[in-house]
């Protein structure tokens, strides 16, 4: 019941900034933890960044000084700033949602990984 729409990718110069968008629709009173995670061509998935329902935030080690995620509960939207962007950051941006929360959620709900189409980000040298 939770559905993932990501937006904001696009082709920047190394040095530039994006900001991806993640948007959340459905049962977003279920979800838990939101995350964004990227793929290169050749290369495994990889975490980016999480953030729980009280604003806890994660980072992979090597990103946490150029990105910063972010949450506006309003709009039920989740945010990747992207900055000081790399050549070696080009990947598709997927989005992902985890649920449920035991004390937000009511009533029975299967437990639920969730991720959006992806969003191409390519960073030129």
């Known amino acids: 019941q939770v559905h993932l729409v990501e937006s904001g990718g696009g082709l920047v110069q190394a040095g530039g900034s994006l900001r991806l968008s993640c948007a959340a629709s459905?049962?977003?009173?279920?979800?838990?933890?939101m995350g964004w995670y990227r793929q290169a061509p050749g290369k495994e998935r990889e975490l980016v960044a999480t953030?729980?329902?009280?604003?806890?935030?994660a980072y992979a080690d090597s990103l946490k000084d150029r990105f910063t995620i972010s949450r506006d509960n309003a709009k039920n939207t989740v945010y990747l700033q992207m900055n000081s962007l790399k050549p070696e950051d080009t990947a598709v941006y997927h989005c992902?949602?985890?649920?449920?929360?035991?004390?937000?959620?009511?009533?029975?709900?299967?437990?639920?990984?969730?991720w959006g189409q992806g969003t191409q980000v390519t960073v030129s040298s």
């Open positions: 459905g049962d977003t009173i279920c979800i838990s933890t």
């Open positions: 992902n949602a985890e649920g449920p929360d035991p004390y937000s959620c009511a009533g029975i709900m299967a437990p639920f990984n969730i």
């Open positions: 953030i729980d329902r009280y604003s806890a935030t």
